[in-house]
């Protein structure tokens, strides 16, 4: 157990409706990550959040959109959802945001839209 | 963050030591060395890291070269539940840094 909470694990939907994935860093930590693995492909970073103010945005589609609470919760907005959104999407968290400093994964949540 | 080079994947028989490389040849000086791994679909599991010198814990041993241009990362022992898709990524130092982006990554094959 990483001590990364995501939920929900799975999540089926429409195309064109909109979801709401949560992540809960470990305790302590400030940097939250994003990330989208499609079908035996790659992660590919989406966002990272320290201490509540975006740090770095990577290749996150204008549909998507991402917060960092100040309880340090960090919850991923995906909306207008496409067949080709269907995907597992990581968190992780770190207690800092750069190197030096491990970071730990969720399960993933894994979204099939339909 | 520098980019690395990894081969996409490798076969090790069991209770041999997998070395895993990997080619980071425009590392900068404050830019730390980072192993990963992907079982399947869970979620990506932490290794190692080390910045110049050489580092071992429970799970590998990483041996980083002088000149830091590529690393190693070791299995001693590996078993099958070592096989996993092991990921080499280099990040700057810092509290107040940026994203940590994945590469391919090797696909690493244990065999009876």
């Known amino acids: 157990d990483s001590g990364v909470t995501q939920t929900p694990k799975h999540l089926i939907t429409a195309t064109g409706q909109r979801v709401t994935l949560r992540c809960s860093p470990r305790?302590?930590?400030?940097?939250v990550y994003w990330y989208q693995q499609s079908l035996d492909q790659g992660l590919q970073f989406l966002i990272q959040y320290y201490n509540g103010e975006e740090r770095a945005k990577g290749n996150i589609l204008e549909r998507f959109s991402a917060q960092q609470f100040p309880d340090l919760h960090s919850e991923l907005n995906l909306s207008s959802l496409e067949l080709g959104d269907s995907a597992l999407y990581f968190c992780?968290?770190?207690?800092?945001?750069?190197?030096?400093?491990?970071?730990?994964f969720g399960q993933g949540t894994r979204l099939t839209v339909v | 963050d520098a980019k690395t080079t990894q081969p996409p994947s490798m076969d090790c028989a069991e209770g041999r030591a997998a070395n895993l490389p990997c080619n980071h040849s425009?590392?900068?000086?404050?830019?730390?060395v980072y192993w990963y791994r992907q079982i399947h679909s869970q979620g990506p599991q932490y290794i190692i890291h080390?910045?110049?010198n050489n580092e071992t814990n429970e799970m590998a041993s990483l041996i980083i070269t002088e000149d830091r241009k590529s690393s190693t990362l070791i299995l001693p022992h590996a078993t099958l539940r070592d096989t996993a898709v092991y990921y080499c990524?280099?990040?700057?130092?810092?509290?107040?840094?940026?994203?940590?982006?994945f590469g391919a990554g090797t696909r690493l094959t244990v065999k009876p």
């Open positions: 305790s302590g930590d400030l940097s």
């Open positions: 080390g910045l110049k």
């Open positions: 990524i280099v990040r700057v130092g810092g509290k107040n840094n940026n994203d940590m982006r």
């Open positions: 992780a968290s770190s207690a800092y945001a750069g190197g030096g400093t491990e970071a730990f």
């Open positions: 425009t590392i900068s000086g404050n830019e730390y």
